[in-house]
């Protein structure tokens, strides 16, 4: 009976479904936790910054996993890495509302960042492995409504269990999505058995594991630490030296872990580049908002969060509006006008002050949502639109990679711009000034990647999404990789 399940219901409505909860609890995950951190602490008689470890250690776990999501997604299969990697993140969650101190909650962090490290790609190429490029931008128009939701609801959420339940619950909250989730999969996700990928590259994992994850903590911690503290110091210039050697090394191995020639398409490299730089000024001016709202004017936590949460609105119109302009206009033309609109609401919100009404804050934030809004799926879409599907799982597992990085830049970019526009030794906040040349800085790389944007060569995009290239799925791309790894 339960083995003629799967068949009844078509994987393009599974996928999605399995997707939208994998992707809603890793958001809120990500966004809940800060919230509790002063509850540990008092729990655990630790100030705050104590805590900077149950912070820090997720991010650089996920960073040293990704490199090999791909390899376990092409050896396993999609189905069996992604529901694995699902309940190792239920089963680290429930072990973190659980820890008894800080050094039990830092590990059990640290496994749901391994976790998620695998999660990510892996779902994200179960998704695309679906759909064709001509329907992944329009089911990518529904995917981003739960990635606009969870950051907005995750602070509430995680205020309202914090006062009225525990700390913990943060934690134990991801079990009533997240085993639902689990049970559907395993009943209705069509399974493959994986293939044979090569023999797994050892010294590339340890070589871009040990990279990434240096790399992660020196970004995360320069702010905090300063950028000429020994320790960021050290972890930047490691995470440079093994960066170097880790490409040497897949450049010249058979069966790489990560498919580097993959950049030698430029349309791939190109939308990952834009993705690396221009998640900077958008990232960065959604960490920034609020820091203004409640540091620089005064504004409570609440004010600040629905203040900000008119930008969900603008991503949500405009993204309806992108889904049916893609394979027409082409994403040079959508993302290149997005980061110019981008740029010109950084400048808008430049000219902010203390003074500054909300409903004047939060007529920008719209704007903004509406300019990023361009960014998300054309790039996306975009870059895999000629990547063959036997290279889909790298791509994604590459494209998550960057997307982590760029992410980890903007906090780090935001900070250290507030840092240098504050007079040193004065122990104060920073003032109204630097928040307004941290917008402008920001607008200028928005304005800069912009302008790069418009270079794209997108003419294959175009074709994919109409179906009348080649697309995700085809053959063409991966004969053309052959070709030059044999030159290579």
């Known amino acids: 009976m339960l083995s003629a399940l799967p068949a009844r219901i078509s994987q393009r409505l599974v996928v999605p479904v399995v997707c939208v909860s994998v992707t809603f609890i890793a958001i809120v995950d990500g966004a809940i936790t800060t919230v509790a951190l002063p509850s540990i602490a008092r729990q655990f008689r630790l100030t705050t910054a104590a805590l900077d470890g149950v912070v820090v250690v997720y991010p650089v776990c996920l960073a040293m996993a990704i490199p090999a999501s791909a390899w376990l997604v092409e050896r396993f299969g999609g189905k069996r890495v992604l529901l694995t990697a699902l309940a190792g993140f239920l089963g680290s969650s429930l072990l973190c509302g659980a820890a008894a101190g800080l050094g039990q909650l830092v590990v059990y962090r640290a496994v749901q960042g391994l976790s998620a490290g695998v999660l990510f790609p892996a779902s994200t190429a179960l998704l695309f492995g679906t759909f064709t490029s001509a329907e992944q931008v329009r089911i990518s128009r529904y995917m981003i409504i739960p990635q606009q939701i969870a950051p907005a609801a995750a602070p509430v959420l995680g205020g309202l269990l914090v006062d009225h339940l525990s700390w913990r619950w943060v934690f134990y909250v991801n079990l009533p999505v997240g085993l639902p989730a689990v049970l559907?999969?395993?009943?209705?996700?069509?399974?493959?058995?994986?293939?044979?990928?090569?023999?797994?590259?050892?010294?590339?994992?340890?070589?871009?594991?040990?990279?990434?994850?240096?790399?992660?903590?020196?970004?995360?911690?320069?702010?905090?630490?300063?950028?000429?503290?020994?320790?960021?110091?050290?972890?930047?210039?490691?995470?440079?030296?093994?960066?170097?050697?880790?490409?040497?090394?897949?450049?010249?191995?058979?069966?790489?872990?990560?498919?580097?020639?993959?950049?030698?398409?430029?349309?791939?490299?190109?939308?990952?580049?834009?993705?690396?730089?221009?998640?900077?000024?958008?990232?960065?001016?959604?960490?920034?908002?609020?820091?203004?709202?409640?540091?620089?004017?005064?504004?409570?936590a609440l004010e600040s969060g629905l203040t900000t949460f008119p930008e969900a609105f603008g991503v949500l119109l405009t993204v309806q509006i992108v889904g049916v302009l893609y394979a027409r206009v082409g994403p040079r033309l959508i993302v290149g006008c997005g980061l110019t609109g981008v740029s010109a609401v950084l400048v808008l919100l430049a000219t902010c002050d203390a003074d500054t009404g909300l409903w004047t804050f939060r007529g920008y934030m719209f704007l903004f949502g509406a300019a990023i809004g361009c960014f998300f799926i054309p790039t996306t879409v975009a870059s895999l639109a000629t990547v063959d599907r036997t290279d889909l799982a790298q791509a994604t597992m590459l494209n998550t990679v960057v997307r982590q990085t760029g992410g980890a830049l903007a906090p780090a970019a935001v900070t250290t711009a507030l840092v240098l526009g504050t007079p040193p030794d004065t122990g104060a906040a920073p003032p109204v000034s630097a928040y307004q040349h941290a917008y402008l800085a920001l607008a200028a790389i928005a304005a800069a990647t912009a302008v790069f944007t418009f270079t794209l060569p997108d003419g294959p995009a175009r074709a994919a999404a109409r179906g009348s290239g080649t697309g995700t799925g085809t053959a063409r791309p991966a004969v053309r990789r052959r070709r030059r790894d044999r030159v290579g």
């Open 184 to 300: 559907f999969g395993a009943l209705f996700l069509a399974g493959d058995r994986g293939g044979r990928p090569g023999r797994f590259d050892l010294p590339g994992l340890l070589l871009s594991a040990g990279a990434l994850g240096s790399a992660m903590f020196g970004v995360s911690e320069g702010p905090n630490r300063g950028w000429t503290s020994a320790a960021v110091l050290v972890s930047l210039v490691l995470g440079a030296v093994l960066l170097a050697a880790a490409v040497a090394v897949e450049l010249r191995t058979a069966h790489p872990l990560l498919r580097l020639r993959l950049f030698a398409d430029r349309l791939f490299r190109d939308t990952n580049l834009i993705n690396l730089v221009g998640l900077v000024p958008i990232m960065g001016a959604l960490y920034l908002s609020p820091l203004f709202l409640q540091q620089a004017q005064g504004r409570t």
